[in-house]
Every structure is written in structure tokens, then in C-alpha cells.
Nanobody
Framework: QVRLVESGGGLVQPGGSLRLSCTASRSIFGIYSLGWYRQAPGKQRELVATITRSGSTNYADSVKGRFTISRDNAENSVNLQMNSLKPEDTAVYYC??????????WGKGTLVTVSS
């Protein structure tokens, strides 16, 4: 089982920024994709952003232009830079790794609260 550990969540004011990080227990070189999902209270889990092994990225429309996903192979990590945060970004953010046989692994989540 691949272990994924998220960090970087917390309380931030609207318009502020946070950087989330997810560290994997295995090398991320060559894996199919890495991503971030989020789940707000009373809502379904939704895709935020993904990045494939080729470097292709995909973002939810709600975060385009504000969030940036990146990977750091040396640190076995995937990061999410979140700028211009809005109250509606408040959610538990989950790290996802999809391996080469399309098996998904999930972190336990980190809470992001955007409030004044």
C-alpha cells in the first residue's frame, strides 16, 4: 500500500494563499497521475487538479487561474499552490496517486478553511 501524507492546510483569509504538499512513500517517477481532490461539508468529493507523468495538467473550472499543481520527483511529492482563496474553497483536500495499473491511493486529507 502506498502511503500519502498531506500537509499545509490551515486557516487563511479570503484572498490569501496556501501551499499544500503531499509526500508519497514510493517514487512518483513513472506513475500514471497525481492529483488533489476536495470535499466540503455536505458535498461530494470533487477533482481539483491532476498532473500526469507526461506533465499534462487538468484543473476544475472553479480553480483555473488560481491554483497550480506541480510535482517534485526528488521529494516524491505533489504540490498545490492555492492563490486568491475564496470561502467556497473551504474543504478537506485529499492527495491522490493513480499508479500504472489504474489503482488509486489516497491520503487522509488536510483541512483548508478560508474565512475572515
Amino acid at each position: 500500500q502506498v502511503r500519502l501524507v498531506e500537509s499545509g492546510g490551515g486557516l487563511v483569509q479570503p484572498g490569501g494563499s496556501l501551499r499544500l504538499s503531499c509526500t508519497a512513500s514510493r517514487s512518483i517517477f513513472g506513475i500514471y497521475s497525481l492529483g488533489w481532490y476536495r470535499q466540503a461539508p455536505g458535498k461530494q468529493r470533487e477533482l481539483v487538479a491532476t498532473i500526469t507523468r507526461s506533465g499534462s495538467t487538468n484543473y476544475a473550472d472553479s480553480v483555473k487561474g488560481r491554483f497550480t499543481i506541480s510535482r517534485d520527483n526528488a521529494e516524491n511529492s505533489v504540490n498545490l499552490q492555492m492563490n486568491s482563496l475564496k470561502p467556497e474553497d473551504t474543504a478537506v483536500y485529499y492527495c491522490n496517486l493513480r499508479d500504472d495499473v489504474r489503482m488509486d491511493y489516497w491520503g487522509k486529507g488536510t483541512l483548508v478553511t478560508v474565512s475572515s
